[in-house]
């Protein structure tokens, strides 16, 4: 994209006068952010600092770690609460679990800041380090011992919401080789950190998976948890790195709202839940998902029924050789302490080869260490035979255009329609879909990546549509993107290495905005959707270009302009309250004379000199 020389000379000049000095120094030397998500005023993060990716949580005013409450463990939280909620293993977990993840992630947090041992305390009450403090635990480890064993195996660990800040490098450098980040729980509680979990632990090179965390009530069934897991990031794709979705079923958390351990259904009701649950994950992903439990909820809950020994079983036992339950003669995984590695959380170990690991990802019809192969194996488990299916009119013709089955694989099923708008859609083994439909043609989503995900997440045609491109690479640092259509509304999805896959909704004032300052060369890549519910009717997007960070805001008064989020004066109309202060960008950046200036819609103007590096404001 070529701009206008005026518009380019502008942009440059803007740019060239934002000193150094107007930006945030902990964002220019201490470390580079990888990833950053935003939730109201609280900002997750994947950050690279002194050769290590840790993940961290931060009050986006104060720049402060947001630590747990470990008072709140064992209370279920309302929708869209950071913190709280079940965990992998909440009926085993020990008195001061959740206290030792709080001490955890402080120290974490201390360490990312650049706290030595000597200031870590600062704050604290004498004697008492900072994570001391806040996890109110004494310095003693009963548990110790207990950590500091481990059975035979590949280790991995399991994390969730209780862990804000966490070093995946440290984790890694222990031995740890997968993770399972939580998910979801039952039908509306997720895990708001679950994006920046997945993607530190991607980062360092770990395999690593969702896990939901089951409530199965007779108004919640398999099936619409299964769809929430998924719709939240539990999906499983053949990319070699992903583990396949884990469902959670163990005692009851929260017996004054669900009434027994087993939620006061019958074994056989039981049943019937997990298998709906698993109908659906396969029906959408391809392949079943693993199942965590242990052995006297599954003896008592479901009669110890031998229906499910395909699935990957993930036993949970603290102390002693776990008792393998209906069906399966050992384990796959082995959840053993919830205070291993030097962190004092979840360890696990997987019993298999490291050949073995690598196929449980990759294969979907990976046999289980201690169960019968799923079906559909008898053809090689790395190939999927046509079985006779057909491709054939205008997903054909874009099948074979595009590379046929060295690209896609070989078709997984025949053309099936009904879907929205009369389109039609057809697998290929490869983890490709073609989408046909008469406005837009047919074009793939590839499933392995991370833009055919957020298409999951968005409910496939449903939310943006049919693909009117295939995925395109190569865009300036190493990101992608794939364009969609439903009606006359445009998605563009682009990914990139620091801010994941997000929507830009090109047909929107905010998506126009975008376009006409340079696409991702200008504003960089969106990482965060547009997000509406701002006063007076407005809406804003956050972009990303290297360490500057742009906040396209629109309403209907003032059009879309953008604020620079980290310049002086993006930082002094921040702090006088964004649009509820100075009102919305009703100009972008401009130089006048030796100033940079930004107008606002209730009538104030910005003022940054190039001189004297003084911010000020008029009206």
Known sequence: MTLPAAITAAVLAITTLTPVAALDEATTTRSTTLSEERQGNLVSKVVESGGEIVSTLVDGTTGEAVLPDPARAGTQPAAGDPHGGAVMGQWAKSDNHFEQLAASSARTADELSGNTDDDAGAGAPDGDTAEEAVAGVASADPLGA??????????????????????????WNQGSRFAYVKTSEGDSIRNNLFAQQYAGAGAVGMYRGGYHFAIPTRDSSGTKQADYFLNNGGGWSADGRTLPGLLDVENNPYPSLYGNQCYNFSQSEMVSWIRDFSNRYKSRTGRLPAI???????RDCTGNSTAFNDHPLHIASYGAAPLNPGGWSTYDFWQYTDAGFTEKIDANVYRGSAAQLQDLVRNRYYKPLGGKAPAGTTTPPTQVAPAGYVVKGGIGNQYRALGGSSVFGTPTMNERGGLVNGGVYQRFSKNYTFYWSSPTGAWPVNFNGAIGRKFTANRYENGFGYPTTREITGLTGGGAYQVFRSGSAVTKVLWSPATGAQPV??????????????????????????VGGLVNGGAYQLFRNGNDVHKILWSPGTGAHAVKENSAIGREWKAAGSERGYGYPTTGEYRYGTEVRQKFSKNFTVHYSTTTKRTWVTR
Not at 146 to 171: E, F, R
Not at 505 to 529: F, L, N
């Open 292 to 298: 965590y439990t242990n052995y006297y909820w599954w």
């Open 505 to 530: 909704r090109e047909t929107s004032g905010i998506g126009g905005a975008w376009k006409r300052g340079g696409y991702e060369h200008g504003y960089g890549y969106p990482s965060t959707p547009e």
């Open 146 to 171: 207990a950590a500091s064993w481990a059975p035979s195996g590949i280790k991995g660990t399991d994390v969730s919401n209780w862990q804000p800040s966490l070093n995946w490098t440290s984790l």
